[in-house]
């Protein structure tokens, strides 16, 4: 099977690594409502696997086809992102582990660092250990800010890339490309390390029908009909903040050491759009002044 | 804003004194031994906003040699300039910046107000250092203002707390992000999309302190290494200062950008300060250098009159030119967002439209300018 561009067979090396992803499921952007309060009605909108989070996704499946190893996806979120969890299980990935909790609601991106990097050293991964790398989309269509890579890279003490392009493990180290204003640079990171992909980089595959014949089994519906997994699946592990052992003072909102104190409706910059030809623009571009 | 209106028996405390902080400062980026125009614009608000406050304006350099730099941000209306300088601080890696900055904020003085440019850099800096030293942090800011806020829960009001004004919810509000009072920590960080602000006027005369800072470097901090950095080559094309920029798409490769360079050389003959720009795509397909490249990644810019030829207008395009004063779209799709967020538009061919508008120009026209 063909690797996408995102990874390079680096002579066939079986590295046996963990590639983490932090996956994000958001409202499908054009479908976003907002709530007579003023907030995002996330519950009514259909939703997707955040689309920077998708490239992830893909660099770490394809990492895995030239090297060998697992694919683990990590995310903070309500119970039914497991439906993007199904998703990304279909396209080949081993795990998935959901910590969901209500204390974690109203989180900013701090605290999401701090409750994701719990999560993470929780299943295993520390900065002692060099057999795993972990990635993240560049920013989510819902949030927009591209801090929780970097979030959780501080605190895990893990040294971090972000608008990462291309990756490819050589002698123990990430070789990144990383895109800056006006070009890119190549970087050398030593592992463990965190990487955000950049949109640029290699889109999502398909579903391969073996991996979704295997998730099949562990997959049932859940009272509103959506894809949720049986419970005990060995595949999938849904965890609480204490579970996690994370301190209650960093989470949620009352963790946060920021809130939105307000967000009036603004009016869309109106351009008054004129359709023309380049004759009558002569006319159009008069009428500006 | 109605949340000043707070009932009597409110406790009021002012940030600064609640947090141990003082003072506003300015992480100015440098590359290649230039300081970037968006720390000269974040001047503007960060004086604004310590003149309101009462207290200095301080802005930090971290680089491999800064040069006249500090001087530059003095007469920009720095009181003092934080300099950080290290042969290894010539490419930007994350951990040896986040070690600077946040070592000074630690050990040397907490300002209550950070500012960064939303660059690649500043993007992924601001965060990591927000999580080392317990700080808030706002993304992609494009209003900055002190303000105060009253909670409800413990009946407390803050006063003199950053407002950090960002577009969301595909920019249909603005929201106002503040320290959340349950959590209050400094300096309240923002991180300022480029070619929002305006850089005040420059005054030589003006006089600040420079103050040399050695950060504790730790093993690791230099664990990621640069193997090599291409940035766009050949001379620097600042598009800020024009009054009209055309820019082109990747389509426009087709015929190597022909019909764009001749309206530019057009708009030049008339007097008018005129250059030509294109999309992320059209330089990766080496069409254009990166120079010229417009957008997330490239220049931000507003000129007066923004000509977008052949671009179908994805954000991360038009996050780099959507606050033009006009913006003529040529294209095909007259259902692409770029024709449909314009404020004229030509629907056609661009081999056939801008050659005609070229001539035009020839004979007078000058798009109002």
Redesign the interface.
């Given at each position: 099977m063909p690797v996408s561009d995102g990874c390079k067979y680096s002579d066939w090396e079986v590295l046996m690594m963990d590639f983490v992803v932090l996956l994000k499921q958001v409202p499908k952007?054009k479908e976003?409502r907002?709530t007579a309060e003023?907030t995002?009605d996330r519950a009514s909108a259909p939703s997707q696997i955040n689309q920077d989070c998708q490239h992830a996704l893909e660099m770490a499946l394809s990492m895995k086809d030239a090297y060998g190893g697992r694919v683990v996806v990590v995310s903070m979120g309500p119970p039914n992102f497991q439906m993007s969890h199904i998703t990304a299980m279909e396209r080949g990935v081993d795990e998935t582990v959901l910590l969901s909790d209500r204390k974690l609601g109203g989180s900013?991106?701090?605290a999401t660092?701090?409750a994701l990097s719990g999560t993470l050293k929780h299943i295993g991964y520390s900065s002692e250990r060099n057999d795993w790398l972990v990635m993240g989309g560049r920013q989510t269509t819902d949030g927009?800010?591209?801090?929780?890579p970097?979030?959780v890279?501080?605190?895990l003490g893990i040294?971090?890339?972000?608008?990462v392009e291309t990756c490819e493990v050589v002698d123990g180290s990430a070789?990144v490309r990383?895109?800056?204003?006006?070009?890119?640079?190549?970087?050398?990171?030593?592992l463990p390390?965190m990487l955000s992909i950049a949109?640029?980089a290699a889109p999502l595959r398909g579903r391969n029908m073996k991996a979704a014949v295997a998730v099949k089994k562990h997959v049932t519906k859940d009272q509103r009909g959506k894809d949720t997994f049986k419970e005990g699946a060995p595949i999938f592990r849904l965890l609480s903040a204490d579970d996690v052992e994370l301190e209650g003072t960093k989470i949620g909102?009352?963790?946060?050491?920021?809130?939105?104190?307000?967000?009036?409706?603004?009016e869309?910059?109106s351009?008054?759009?004129?359709?023309?030809?380049?004759d009558g623009?002569?006319g159009?571009?008069?009428g500006?002044? | 804003m109605a949340m000043s209106d707070w009932p009597e028996d409110a406790t009021v405390q002012r940030f600064s004194d609640a947090t141990s902080s003082e003072g506003v400062m300015v992480f100015a980026e440098m590359v290649d031994g230039h300081l970037l125009n968006v720390g000269r614009e974040l001047m503007g608000p960060g004086r604004e906003m310590a003149d309101h406050l009462g207290v200095t304006l301080s802005a930090v350099l971290i680089h491999h040699s800064v040069g006249d730099a500090p001087q530059d941000l003095i007469s920009l209306g720095a009181d003092k300039v934080i300099v950080v300088e290290d042969a290894r601080l010539e490419h930007y890696t994350t951990l040896p910046y986040a070690r600077a900055l946040s070592d000074y904020l630690t050990n040397v003085h907490r300002p209550e107000i950070l500012l960064m440019g939303a660059t690649t850099t500043g993007r992924d800096l601001a965060p990591r250092v927000a999580s080392r030293v317990d700080a808030g942090v706002t993304a992609d800011c494009t209003k900055l203002s002190v303000g105060p806020f009253y909670h409800r829960k413990t009946k407390s009001v803050t006063t003199h707390m950053l407002e950090a004004h960002r577009p969301s919810f595909g920019e249909s509000k603005l929201a106002c992000i503040m320290s959340n009072p349950e959590q209050l920590w400094a300096p309240a960080m923002a991180t300022a999309r480029p070619g929002i602000f305006v850089a005040p006027a420059s005054d030589s005369s003006r006089t600040g302190d420079v103050e040399a800072f050695t950060p504790d470097w730790q093993d690791g901090d230099f664990s990621v290494e640069v193997m090599d950095v291409r940035r766009g080559g050949g001379e620097r094309v600042d598009l800020g200062h024009c009054k009209i920029v055309v820019a082109g798409g990747i389509p426009c490769g087709q015929t190597g950008f022909r019909e764009i360079h001749d309206l530019v050389d057009a708009l030049k003959a008339q007097g008018l300060d005129a250059e030509w720009g294109a999309s992320r795509a059209a330089v990766d397909a080496g069409h254009a250098p990166s120079t010229r490249q417009i957008g997330q990644t490239g220049q931000s810019i507003r000129p007066p009159v923004y000509v977008a030829v052949a671009i179908s207008g994805a954000p991360q395009h038009t996050a780099g030119m959507k606050d033009s004063e006009r913006i003529v779209a040529v294209n095909t799709d007259e259902s692409c967002t770029m024709v449909q967020s314009a404020d004229a538009a030509i629907i056609g061919d661009y081999r056939e439209v801008v050659p005609q508008l070229t001539e035009k120009v020839k004979s007078g026209f000058t798009f109002g300018l």
């Open positions: 952007p976003m907002v003023g995002l900013d991106t701090w660092g701090y927009d800010t591209a801090h929780v970097s979030q890279a501080e605190n040294p971090q890339v972000t608008l070789k990383r895109i800056v204003e006006g070009g890119s640079m190549d970087l050398s990171m030593p390390c949109p640029t909102l009352a963790g946060s050491p920021t809130i939105v104190a307000a967000a009036p409706r603004v869309k910059a351009r008054d759009l004129q359709l023309t030809d380049s623009l002569i159009v571009v008069e500006w002044q | -």
